[in-house]
């Protein structure tokens, strides 16, 4: 198979910059199918399945926008003050009927639904009470609203107004917040069409690799990028299958990535396949699929492979994504490459990580002709409005701290050179802002 677009498998030895990499995995991927039907809490950031259509109106009759007191807003005219008795009261959720006559109006409460005939609301505050003691203001009373304290139509909801039945409430592919979840239970749904979870099968190659827990042997170091890795899957609301760690063995691999073949949507893998260095480690991804191995001008995180892997059952491919193995490479490379891609597999609306300027703090040198990503911390500026950057300790590729420590990525793109201290500069939000 080769819907891969010819220009980046073709790109042989020349390097790829981040924009056309992202691009062209952009244009391979499709959506996944399958979707459920799960409770509102179960729902919160997933994937919704289809567009949301209100059942009913939003609101579902025309209500008092305020307390106060309902009447027909024809009685109103310019320069005279209106006097109106007080013929009753009406109170949310009991719509029992009532109405007045002319000269009359009915006490209301926010929320309560128009009385027939009734189509203004004068609140507490732009109105007098007076009667005889005890009386004012409620039934036997009597309201006066003075000239121009209010339009005819003011203070009443319409039924429909927010949201009419029929039209779409929540558009496919967002990311449910808590915000939606609340607005599909205000249309009296308890559950929710979303996509299936996307399965992403999650391993970590490497013989100096060890688990935590286990004894770390000499010259070996603990793998982070699994953990690391399936975190942020577990944010984007994936399913991780964790085949733990893969020894640097062709063997190895060919089993374990037939494994996720038969399990998973996607594999993400970190370590040593990405380069493809060893010939019998691109031999296994060359039976398996068409992957190719990127070399991306970017900092950190070069070695970068991608593309399917074709299922003997001639399904839908597994798309395999093999980051660098550099811990800040790794998670780095997750973030520019894997994660919109994971959402769009997702059937995700596009996502990317939130951009925005911020005035950087220190000068940081730069050579055109790369995109660098440095580990950075975007704060409320010292000295007025809006934001600044400054980067995180040691910028190494493997110093995970500096990662830990950062909540966004600073962006130095492709053409652009040094940056002077007190420059804007571009930073996208990995995590929230401290
Ligand atoms: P590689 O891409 O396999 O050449 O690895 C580059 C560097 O990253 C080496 O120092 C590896 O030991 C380290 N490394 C690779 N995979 C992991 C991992 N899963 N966790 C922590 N460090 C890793
Ligand atoms: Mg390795």
Redesign the pocket.
């Known amino acids: 198979m080769s819907d891969l677009p010819e220009s980046p498998l073709a790109a042989g030895d020349r390097h790829l910059s981040v924009d056309e990499a992202r691009a062209a995995i952009a244009a391979v991927l499709r959506p996944i199918s399958g979707q459920e039907s799960v409770p509102l809490l179960q729902a919160l950031g997933r994937v919704l399945a289809e567009d949301l259509v209100s059942p009913i109106d939003v609101p579902a009759h025309d209500n008092s926008a305020m307390d106060g007191y309902a009447f027909d807003g024809a009685a109103l005219q310019p320069g005279t003050a209106l006097r109106l008795r007080v013929a009753g009261t009406v109170y949310a959720g009991a719509p029992g009927g009532r109405t007045c006559g002319a000269g009359e109006c009915l006490r209301i409460m926010t929320g309560a639904v128009m009385p027939a005939g009734l189509d203004t609301v004068v609140p507490h505050e732009l109105c007098r009470a007076v009667g005889s003691e005890g009386s004012e203001g409620s039934e036997g009373g009597e309201v006066v609203i003075e000239p121009g304290a209010l339009r005819a139509g003011e203070n009443r909801r319409r039924r429909g107004e927010d949201l009419a039945r029929g039209t779409p409430a929540l558009r496919a592919g967002r990311l449910l917040t808590p915000a939606d979840l609340g607005l599909v239970a205000s249309l009296g749904l308890p559950q929710v069409a979303v996509r299936r979870r996307l399965r992403v099968a999650l391993f ?3 013989d ?2 060890r688990a935590p827990g286990q004894a770390l042997d000499p010259g070996c ?6 953990t690391g890795l399936a975190a942020a899957l577990q944010r984007l609301g994936m399913t991780v299958l964790d085949l733990g760690l893969v020894a640097d063995d062709p063997a190895a691999l060919e089993a374990t990535l037939r494994q996720a073949m038969r399990d998973a949507d996607v594999v993400l893998t ?3 396949v ?2 493809g260095d060893a010939d019998h480690t691109r031999a296994v991804l060359a039976r398996l699929g068409e992957v190719a191995f990127w070399k991306v001008a970017m900092r950190p995180g070069r ?1 970068f492979a991608f593309g399917p892997l074709q299922r003997p059952d001639g399904a839908a491919p597994i798309w395999l994504f093999a980051l ?4 800040v490479a790794a998670l780095v490379t997750f973030y520019v490459f894997a994660r919109e891609a994971l959402l769009q597999l997702a059937g995700a609306a596009p996502r990317p990580l939130p951009a925005l300027q911020a005035r950087c703090t220190q000068a940081i040198r730069k050579r055109p002709g790369r995109t660098e990503f440095q580990r950075a911390i975007v704060e409320p500026a010292a000295d007025g409005p809006g934001w600044q950057v400054r980067l995180t300790g040691s910028q190494g590729a ?1 110093v995970l701290r500096s990662m830990s420590e950062a909540n966004a990525l600073l962006v130095l793109r492709h053409d652009q050179g040094s940056v002077a201290a007190g420059e804007p500069v571009e930073v996208w939000l990995f995590d929230g802002l401290a």
């Open positions: 970590s190659t490497g100096e690799l170091v603990y793998d982070s990028n699994r970190s370590g040593g990405s380069m070695p660098p193995g550099n811990p493997g």
